[in-house]
């Protein structure tokens, strides 16, 4: 069965790096998101992602995130700056012609 | 109002029980209705969509109601293996955007 697949999984950085989490979504799907989950929090979505270009985003996903699809197959989040509340398990996601979303193993991302 | 609200629960019920979960959500154009299972430190794993008719899916069965603005996820024969936080998740807006997730329900099935 085809799945979401995320790496690293898990990263740790310090404050103020940069940090680039990968994803590969399924092969066929064509929209792509980005959610973030804090520890014991609720699952936050953060920037949806369609024909190369963002057709969402939160108030969240300010200008220290951005969204890159490099080729035909990686999906990035890059965090410029990491802060100490960057602190969470990133998921992407993917769907096709249907509007269920699958979602990767996620990266937890620690900064320190 | 937040946007999608639940229970947090922890429902804690015998194996063998029914246990019910309702989701409200605030935005009355919301679109379409998921429910997702989260284990501990794991992602979400969509279990069913929600259709307006309600659907069933073996032990599980989800319903619709525009009128109140919720959904709700019927769990029947409850198993020790449906230990888990339940998300509900709604779209608001037509196609691809923004999905919101509710903060979970967590349910312990217990021998």
């Known amino acids: 069965e085809p799945e979401v697949t995320q790496t690293p999984s898990h990263q740790v950085t310090q404050m103020g790096q940069e940090v680039i989490l990968r994803c590969v979504p399924i092969?066929?799907?064509?929209?792509f998101y980005w959610y973030r989950q804090i520890l014991g929090q609720k699952v936050e979505f953060l920037v949806s992602?369609?024909?190369?270009?963002?057709?969402?985003k939160s108030e969240i996903f300010d200008d220290q995130f951005s969204v890159e699809r490099p080729d035909g197959s990686n999906f990035t989040l890059k965090i410029r700056s990491t802060k100490l509340e960057d602190s969470a398990m990133y998921f992407c996601?993917?769907?096709?012609?249907?509007?269920?979303?699958?979602f990767g193993p996620g990266t937890r991302l620690t900064v320190t | 109002r937040k946007e999608v609200e639940q229970d947090p629960g922890p429902f804690n019920v015998p194996e063998g029980a029914t246990v019910a979960f309702n989701c409200t959500y605030s935005n009355s154009a919301s679109q379409s209705f998921f429910w997702y299972r989260q284990d501990c430190r794991k992602e979400p794993k969509l279990l069913m969509s929600?259709?307006?008719s309600g659907n069933e899916d073996g032990r599980f069965t989800a319903q619709l109601n525009r009128a109140s603005q919720y959904i709700s996820l019927l769990i029947r024969d409850s198993k020790l293996s449906d230990s888990a936080t339940y998300l509900c998740?709604?779209?608001?807006?037509?196609?691809?955007?923004?999905?919101?997730f509710g903060t979970g329900t967590k349910l312990q099935v217990i021998p």
């Open positions: 929600v259709y307006s």
């Open positions: 092969s066929n799907h064509l929209y």
């Open positions: 992602f369609y024909n190369n270009e963002i057709s969402e």
């Open positions: 996601a993917s769907t096709g012609r249907t509007y269920e979303q699958y």
């Open positions: 998740a709604v779209i608001s807006s037509g196609g691809y955007q923004k999905v919101t």
